[in-house]
């Protein structure tokens, strides 16, 4: 199964959820949250959650990228070291 992320914004609650599913490696993690960081740039979001129900696997995922994911990806490159 492959890795899939979808975001939703409810601007009327200023809240994003975003559905995480699949298989999640390093790469598509910082991959998506590169994607995240522009999207939500200039949105006046207060809330966000992310739904991990449909997440199938986390054996290619490195403690190092979901620390760094958790950080807001300050950690993002492919030896995952700070920049």
């Known amino acids: 199964m492959h890795m899939g992320f979808s975001t939703h ?3 009327d609650h200023n ?26 740039e200039k949105l006046p979001i207060l809330k966000e ?4 129900r449909q997440i199938q696997s986390i054996t290619s995922l490195s403690t190092q990228a979901a620390t760094s994911a958790a950080d ?3 950690q993002i490159s492919h030896t995952h070291t700070r920049r």
């Open 15 to 40: 809240f994003m959820l975003t559905n995480i599913s699949g298989d999640i490696t390093d790469n598509g993690l910082m991959q998506h949250i590169v994607a995240y960081d522009k999207e939500i």
């Open 9 to 11: 914004y409810s601007k």
């Open 72 to 74: 807001g990806g300050e």
């Open 49 to 52: 959650l992310s739904d991990c």
